[in-house]
């Protein structure tokens, strides 16, 4: 992350009547990205913002996953203590059964399958889960299956080829 201290400077260009973009590596910026923070500085200095289309990886996993498009929340980066991400996991479960709503996490590449064990191991067995990975490259893959599912793929040795890899995952309780 950028510190704030030096958020002013990046925009001093645009205040002197150039334009910029604000661009990121992966995604969309401002968006499960830290661009959020500089975004917010230009509107308080009366500088305007436009947003162009792009693709986001969080909506083509909605788009992709067949889970509820109607209603879902982007739930960033669960705890990375196992104990706090499954009491985290069971939280949003259960507001995902009540509300019908799919969640949506990210996390860190190369604890991928960690996230994916947690998942189905803190989700009811029927509890819909989808992993998108690699989202608009030529290596993208998702797929959606029932937490039970995923659990006896993963005991059986056949985890996704998702390591170090960019993937949203999703579920959705039945």
Known sequence: NTPPQ?????????LEGRDAGLVSEAGVPAV???????VR??????VPVRPL??????LLAVMASGLN????????????DAGQRAKRIQQLEQRSR????????????YRNGAMLE???TSCQPGTLVCVATDLSL?????????????????????????????????????
């Not at 009540?98 to 590449?109: A, G, H, V």
């Open 118 to 120: 947690a998942l189905v």
């Open 138 to 174: 030529a290596t993208e893959t998702v797929r959606t299956q029932t937490a039970a599912q995923w659990k006896a793929q993963l005991g059986a040795g056949k985890a996704p080829d998702f390591h170090k890899k960019p993937t949203v995952f999703l579920f959705l309780a039945q």
């Open 69 to 80: 498009g109607q209603s879902f929340a982007f739930n960033g980066y669960l705890p990375t």
């Open 32 to 38: 499960a990205d830290p661009g959020a923070d500089l």
């Open 53 to 58: 289309v792009g693709p986001s990886s969080l």
């Open 98 to 109: 009540s509300e019908k709503q799919t969640q949506l996490l990210i996390e860190t590449p």
């Open 6 to 14: 030096a958020l002013a400077a990046l925009l001093a260009p645009l």
């Open 41 to 46: 500085l230009a509107h308080q200095r009366g």
